[in-house]
């Protein structure tokens, strides 16, 4: 037997964007717990705004599990929030929404290094040099000197927690960076964007950094990029089947449903989407080949392949909740009769 530290971490319940909270339990196990290893837990709801203080306590329902290689013996425990009579918490927007195992999302998470109330790199007074070498740069004044030991032990703790970490990239900003998740299922795509985002924000504590992950956080009147969390996403018949009258189809539902999807894809986007900065405007829906001023940019790869493949839509935000926007997205896809 050994003593595994089991870190239970949750979403809370302040709006427009939760928080993601985690408590530890150390418990003794003959090998690496699975998740019908992992008991029911609970919290004070009334310190997360999930509960009035007289009747407090919430329950931690074990969804998920990971190897934490910060720590010896260590497991992350993705929970679900539910009430004391077992029903989800109205907080719990993962036990509602639809999923599909043949529904495939790549999320690319963009965010500021933040510190001392500005983006990491951002001189005390003023403003670094103006956006054009910092997208991909190298280079001390570029990227600064610890970005990028941060984004690399970032890589390595989220392989070795088996999520699906793509790729990397130094971003528009100064001081902005950007991961990608891939995953099949809307689940299980965005337990590993959030559980990514979990162990950013813990790394970053020793560097004396915050992410900060507004959308537009030096505001919408200057020449600085805001951050995205596109939406990559393919279905079983989008990738085995498609077609240019089905992807037409398609497109038309994403336009009639334009205010559904906007309304989850993460606060303040009107700060975002501007139609500048490679954005569409937010009241505005169009689709383009490899067009980054879209709502959805299609690959050429889809277009060469006869309309197979996925799509990428640019207008989910930083802040978004991966749950939601993946759900919504499922639905509006549900809308539309295949052949
Ligand atoms: P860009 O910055 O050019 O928009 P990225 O390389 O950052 O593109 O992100 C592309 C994303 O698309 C990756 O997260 C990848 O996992 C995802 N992706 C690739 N193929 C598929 C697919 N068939 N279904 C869903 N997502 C996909
Ligand atoms: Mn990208
Ligand atoms: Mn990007
Ligand atoms: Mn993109």
Known sequence: MAKYKLEYIWLDGYTPVANLRGKSQIKEYASFPTLEDLPLWGFDGSSTQQAPGRSSDCVL???????????????LVMCEVLNADGTPHVSNARATIIDDEGAWFGFEQEYFFWQDGRPLGFPEDGYPAPQGPYYTGVGYKNVGSVAREIVEEHLELCLAAGINHEGINAEVAKGQWE????????KKCADDVWMARYLLLRLCEKYGIDINWHCKPLGMDLDWNGS???????????????????FEKLMGAFEKYVGEHIAVYGPDNHMRLTG?????????????????????????????????GYLEDRRPNSQGDPYQIASRILKTIASVPTA
């Open 61 to 75: 329902k074990p969804v998920a599990v990971y190897p934490d290689s910060a720590r010896n013996n260590g497991v």
């Open 179 to 186: 991961f990608q998740i891939f995953g099949k299922g809307s």
């Open 228 to 246: 995205g969390m596109h939406a990559n996403f393919s279905t079983t018949y989008l990738r085995e089947s498609g077609g240019k009258e089905y």
């Open 276 to 308: 500048l900065h490679e954005t569409q405007a937010i009241d505005k829906f169009s689709y383009g080949v490899a067009d980054r001023g879209a709502s959805i940019r299609v690959p050429h790869s889809f277009v060469n392949n006869g309309y197979k």
